[in-house]
């Protein structure tokens, strides 16, 4: 069973920081990719960013420059540090890890617990 831990997220004035975290437990065989993706009321569910196992990264054009996505391998967990946040980042945030979890089984994708990211005044 793979469980997926968020903390972080919270209420932040427009131009702050917050770090989200995402650690993922349990019995599997591999990570391939550990991300993140948000969504705001009335809005699709959107890509923020991601890190491959290999290191490659991808953002959202949104985020490109204010967002940094990170991963500590031995502790299975990514990062995602936020800085100059808008109030267009409000959103619930959503933890994806893609896992094998044998080798013998595809990758899957498991999602964390979503976290609230208010950004106001």
């Known amino acids: 069973q793979v469980h997926l831990v968020v903390s972080g997220g919270g209420l932040v004035q427009p131009g702050g920081s917050l770090r989200l975290s995402c650690a993922a437990s349990?019995?599997?065989?591999?990570?391939?990719?550990m991300g993140w993706y948000r969504q705001a009321p009335g809005k699709e569910r959107e890509l923020v960013a991601s890190i491959s196992s290999g290191g490659g990264t991808a953002y959202g054009s949104s985020v490109l420059g204010r967002f940094t996505i990170s991963t500590d391998a031995a502790k299975n967990t990514v990062y995602m540090q936020m800085n100059s946040l808008k109030p267009e980042d409000t959103a619930v945030y959503y933890c994806?890890?893609?896992?094998?979890?044998?080798?013998?089984?595809?990758?899957?994708?498991?999602w964390g617990q979503g976290t609230q990211v208010t950004v106001s005044e």
């Open positions: 349990g019995g599997f065989f591999s990570i391939h990719a």
């Open positions: 994806n890890v893609r896992i094998k979890r044998t080798q013998w089984e595809p990758v899957s994708d498991y």
